[in-house]
């Protein structure tokens, strides 16, 4: 199907429930179509092409939604901007992109008059919160696709457009300029069925709170909320207090955060007073997340924490670790596949491959590699880097893993991110693993830096929790003991936080920067 019949779908079976809650006002599943239908016409109106770029420059806002479901009611491709990047890093993937309209919030009117003088691409300029002096509202806009008899328009084939790009998606960028991923309605659809699938948690009419930004993954967890029928809580920005008095005022049972989000929950002082029995879907996904800080999370929060990998080239799903086993690891059964990701998904082959592309055996590292009806269309106009990551017939993540003999599958790196130590193999996301065990740490990254005897060192990052005191050979002897001496950390740094990207993943790029200056290449 296309992406906006999943929607439709809903809204078809329950048009008067709450689709899009927000703190002063609720929307129906009726009043949501009603607005992206006419955003849809408002677009018409103008002349939108398919397939034609639309971004959304806004910090989570009921009003994102609105917009992208318009989007995918026109036929556009929806683009989403990540708001905290530098403004030249947007810049250029609108120019790369070739976008022609964008949606933005009035916060970043500043950053929008920069953006128009430098994407010539960009014809179409709409604020979605209010009146600008030189752009229409999102309200007045929708007028225009209200004035008329002009139906919604109908694009459809009988095969739901499988091949139509429904998003042209950055990625994270953190290893150079991000590349658009072509997102298709066949990817789209298939990550949405299986979402119905895996992430339902038996509940009929799912409660989802949206804090993570709605323009990285939290915005795929949203819609697929909206096509099991559920209600979107929207909260503008990620608050630990705030967090935990959603889930109890609203009786939440989904939500999404990336695991460094998760850690500020449970270093909340107060989390175990809320109540959250209502959570059924406590998803984590975006980046491995600590074994020890999982194990505290389903003391915590109870046996609804599940987590899932995916990547924007192949979206969420890949594989799934469902809550039933995660409960069962914490409590002592196979405790070890509190480090995995989980099985692949019903949507997707998964194999570990080497560089020769030979599907490698149980417990041996290689590169993660999945074939399916998940993966997406390649880059946009980039045909080399969609070669680069299609060998031997199989899409190429980037990350490094292995799988035991049931099949789970254990990250333990990015490819890009592997240290080489004195000719050993280091996987930073295993060291740290190792270091968040301590009771003290809040968080922490390892990265690897220049070394004149080892080539790289592994050197860590750490945040102490607020009140904790902590040494450098406290950390480097619990490794030690943990890890033994190749793994450990040669140096340790006490920050006061971690770089990270939009999506909440740790920034090993911006980390890594002071200390690769001064050399020829960020590699020994």
Known sequence: MRAIDYFDKSADLCPERDAILEENARHSYAETRAFSERIARGMCA?????????????????????????????????????FRNASDANVEFLNYSETTWLFYHSCFRREVQEIRRRVRSLQHFICIDGGDSEDPSLTNFMEQGSAG?????????????????????????TTGPARGVRVTNLAWGTMIEMAIHYWSGGVDAPVCLCTAPLSHAAGPVAFATLAMGGTNVVLPTFDATEVLQAIERHRVTHMFLPPTALYSLLAHPEVKKFNHSSLRVFLLAGSPVSPDKFK????????CMCQSYGQTEAPMLVTFLDSKTAAAAAAGDHPERLRSCGKPTASVRVAIMDDAGNILPPHQPGEIVVRGSLVSGGYFNLPQATAEIRGHGWHHTGDVAYRDEEGYIYIVDRKKDMIVSGGFNVYCVEVEA??????????????????????????????????????????????????????????VDFVREIPKTMAGKLDRKTMRKPYWATADREVH
């Open 434 to 491: 190792g270091i968040m065990a301590l009771p003290q740490v809040h968080e922490c990254a390892v990265i690897g830096v220049p070394d004149e005897k080892w080539g790289e060192a592994v050197k860590a990052l750490v945040v102490v929790k607020q009140g904790e005191s902590l040494t450098e050979s406290e950390v480097i002897a619990h490794c030690k003991a943990k890890l033994g001496s190749v793994k450990s950390p040669k140096s």
């Open 46 to 82: 103008l002349g939108v092409g398919r397939e034609q770029r639309a971004a959304i420059y806004s910090p989570n806002h009921p009003a994102v939604l609105f917009c992208m479901l318009g989007f995918l009611r026109a036929g556009a491709a929806w683009v989403p901007v990540n």
């Open 296 to 303: 505290q999370a389903i003391e915590v929060f109870g046996p």
């Open 149 to 173: 008899d002009a139906g919604d328009p109908d694009w459809a084939d009988a095969h739901g457009n499988p091949e139509d790009v429904m998003g042209l998606v950055p990625t994270g960028g």
